[in-house]
């Protein structure tokens, strides 16, 4: 397994969860990272992305609550989610690639399982 995933959980709005993504060395040493997350019925999005030299990009709808980061000693990056809210509901994915643009990355080279995210009201 070359990207797992961890973290999720139920949590009422206006909570905090962190995700854990651990990645084997060679994927993190050469990627940028990000995280994506599916709800019921939607696409795929992007919902943050951090490059190999820890430039951050975020969706607007995650921007200040989000938190991106990556540890390079452990091969690992993070989301801090703060402020929950229900649309925030979703199964969240890491994901490692190349960062384009603002929601894209490509290609993708290697996908986590997914972590659940629920969100309470």
């Known amino acids: 397994v070359q990207l797992q995933a961890s973290g999720g959980g139920l949590v009422q709005a206006g909570g905090s969860l962190r995700l854990s993504c651990a990645a084997s060395r060679t994927i993190f040493s050469i990627n940028d990272m990000g995280w994506y997350r599916q709800a019921p019925g939607a696409q795929r999005e992007l919902v943050a992305a951090i490059t190999s030299g820890a430039r951050t990009n975020y969706a607007d709808f995650v921007k200040g609550r989000f938190t991106i980061s990556r540890d390079n000693a452990k091969s690992s990056v993070y989301l801090q989610m703060n402020s929950l809210k229900p649309e925030d509901t979703a199964v969240y994915y890491c994901?490692?690639?190349?960062?384009?643009?603002?929601?894209?990355?490509?290609?993708?080279?290697?996908w986590g399982q997914g972590t659940q995210v629920t969100v309470s009201s």
């Open positions: 994901a490692a690639g190349t960062f384009r643009a603002p929601g894209v990355m490509w290609p993708i080279r290697s």
